[in-house]
């Protein structure tokens, strides 16, 4: 049995209270300069997954801009940025983040995103569908057939467990 659940769906007790899976919010991030430095940084992406021979995933760790900087202030995180590239037709398998407790996802593309989608308990999926969203990478989640080449800013998040950062930044973004 599959679950569907769109942001405008979820009440805002799910969405800011209970939800300790993901948590889609409202903030204008600078996209247009986002993108800029994916293409200025594109070169310089590696395979994210060495065993992967399909090449479907890349990415560049840390990529060092003063915008970078105005985040950590904004969100009060030390965070460090990944720029990400999947492949359209491609899947990001059920997994758990090896490092991050959370991260703040943004979406780059001018085109429909893949929701990230999460596993519960009883074996059934949560479809989460946002342009930014904070996303807990202790649970098993996965984004499943890519109708798009999907672009993101990853914030990953090494020392803040998911509620105490969702919690942050509804503090400091006055959701």
Not at 37 to 43: A, L, Q
Not at 63 to 82: C, H, I, V
Not at 107 to 121: A, G, H, R
Not at 122 to 148: E, M, P, R, W
Request: with cysteine; glycine share 4%.
């Amino acid at each position: 049995m599959m679950i569907g659940i769109k942001f405008n769906s979820l009440s805002k007790q799910e969405n800011f209270g209970m939800n300790n899976q993901c948590f889609v919010f409202d903030y204008k991030f600078n996209v247009e300069l986002l993108k800029s430095k994916y293409i200025e940084f594109k070169d310089k992406m590696v395979k994210l997954d060495p065993e992967d021979d399909m090449e479907k995933m890349w990415g560049i760790f840390n990529p060092s801009f003063n915008y970078m900087d105005e985040l950590r202030e904004k969100f009060g995180f030390n965070f460090y940025p990944m720029l990400n590239y999947t492949q359209k037709g491609s899947s990001i398998d059920i997994h758990k983040d090896d490092v991050s407790e959370c991260s703040i996802l943004v979406d780059l593309n001018d085109t429909e995103q893949s929701p990230i989608t999460y596993v519960n308990d009883d074996g059934s999926f949560t479809h989460y569908y946002y342009k930014q969203c904070l996303v807990n990478g202790k649970i098993d989640h996965a984004v499943f057939n890519l109708k798009n080449d999907r672009y993101t800013l990853k914030l990953c998040i090494d020392d803040i467990p998911f509620q105490k950062a969702k919690e942050q930044i509804i503090k400091r973004i006055n959701c």
